[in-house]
């Protein structure tokens, strides 16, 4: 989607011009695990005019493992492993950078590179409230290339259901329902030591201090702490929810009221809740449910429904001739399907213009979510101001940010 007004752009000038080689975007690659580097780092050298200088990570093995990677495609042995991610935003030859860190990492990370004059591309979603609107309001006031590592836009399956929505094929929009799958308990573990290559320091950064135990660092682990990310609701909600953004127009706000009910696990290592029901009202009177439950969602509208089961599950609808529906370029309600969100970013790079996923579009996707997650806190319905982003609550707006560690 293009975003009009926003400032203009400054990219590095050996981008382009006889002296570019090939006009390749360069980029580094900060952590390259398992979607860091099957997703991200896959993707990205699949494109010819982006070439990977370096790949970093906390961990020794990651990082020889993507090296080969990106050695294999190159057919040289010219990429760079980096322990430290500020070694690898210190380099001049590095136009772009590739954030695949737990979520924790997300702003900060992203504030560093953009400090360091980056380009960025980042995953998905914020920490907090707080940070998410500082973020958004850098990347408007600079004019910075900010693209969200999310796919969903540019699945065929959601952009079909978002496309029917905003063109009134279901009529009028009344409740959108949206399943999250439940994520497995983990018991807790002793502290063990740090393995031999790992910077664990690193690794937590702006994360409160803690022992080191064998799953930590495995993303199904630290996506259930609360120091680190907010459990399914702020993993797979961020797919699904968006989608469900984007078909009620509300890509780039959030809902006026929320309350919900959650529990979390006791005598684990999980701290956000496993199982949940949370429920929105937008100011145009649609609401939306979401649920601990499976991958899906399903729009209502006066004249009918439309969606479906499972990640990229089979289209639904109560009639499935509304999929066979054809808009004008000139009047579709909904912007052209990108291939990628990572050949997206390139082209955006390119030719100035803003990512159909922007930094405002992840601020406030991570803002709906994290809104579930402090109802479920407080225990009490809440009503939010989109435009002050705040509750009408003092201990609901205490949540919105945090603390963060000092490190070094």
Request: aromatic share 8%; net charge negative.
């Amino acid at each position: 989607m293009l975003v009009a007004g926003t400032a203009p752009l400054v990219l590095p000038s050996r981008l382009f011009g006889a002296n570019a080689p090939s006009n390749q975007i360069t980029l580094g690659c900060v952590g390259v695990g398992h979607h860091g580097k099957r997703v991200n780092l896959v993707s990205f050298l699949a494109e010819p005019d982006c070439r990977v200088l370096a790949v970093c990570d906390a961990y020794f093995d990651r990082r020889q493992i993507a090296r080969r990677l990106v050695n294999e495609r190159y057919d040289n042995t010219d990429c760079t492993t980096i322990a430290d991610f500020r070694d690898l935003l210190a380099r001049p030859d590095i136009d772009a950078v590739v954030i695949s860190t737990p979520d924790h990492w997300h702003v900060p990370m992203t504030e560093m590179a953009l400090d360091a004059g980056k380009i960025v591309f980042c995953e998905k979603p914020t920490l907090t409230i707080a940070e998410g609107r500082r973020l958004a309001d850098r990347v408007k006031r600079t004019g910075a290339v900010f693209a969200t590592g999310l796919e969903d836009r540019s699945v065929v399956h959601y952009h079909m259901m978002a496309q029917a929505v905003r063109n009134g094929a279901i009529g009028e929009l009344k409740h959108i329902q949206v399943g999250l799958p439940e994520k497995p308990i983990y018991a807790h573990e002793a502290p063990v030591a740090v393995p031999a290559g790992f910077d664990f320091n690193l690794w937590l950064g702006p994360a409160p201090e803690r022992d080191y135990t064998p799953q930590l660092t495995d993303p199904q682990v630290w996506r259930q702490i609360r120091d680190f990310s907010g459990g399914s609701l702020t993993d797979w909600g961020a797919h699904l929810i968006d989608t469900a953004q984007v078909g009620n127009f509300a890509e780039n706000t959030t809902p006026v009221a929320v309350s919900g009910k959650g529990v979390t696990p006791k005598d684990s290592v999980n701290t956000v809740p496993q199982t949940y029901e949370i429920n929105y009202t937008y100011a145009n009177g649609v609401t939306l449910q979401v649920v601990s439950d499976q991958p899906s969602i399903r729009f209502e509208g006066t004249d009918g429904w439309v969606g479906n089961k499972g990640w990229r599950g089979k289209l639904e609808s109560s009639n499935m001739e509304i999929y066979r529906r054809k808009y004008d370029a000139a009047t579709d309600q909904i912007w052209p399907r990108p291939r990628t969100e990572h050949r997206n970013f390139i082209d955006c790079i390119k030719s100035g213009e803003q990512p159909t996923y922007n930094a405002e579009s992840l601020h406030q996707l991570s803002t709906v979510m994290h809104m579930g997650a402090i109802a479920m806190e407080v225990d009490r319905p809440l009503k939010w101001d989109p435009q002050a982003e705040s509750f009408d609550h003092i201990s609901a707006n205490a949540l919105r940010s945090r603390e963060q560690r000092k490190w070094a």
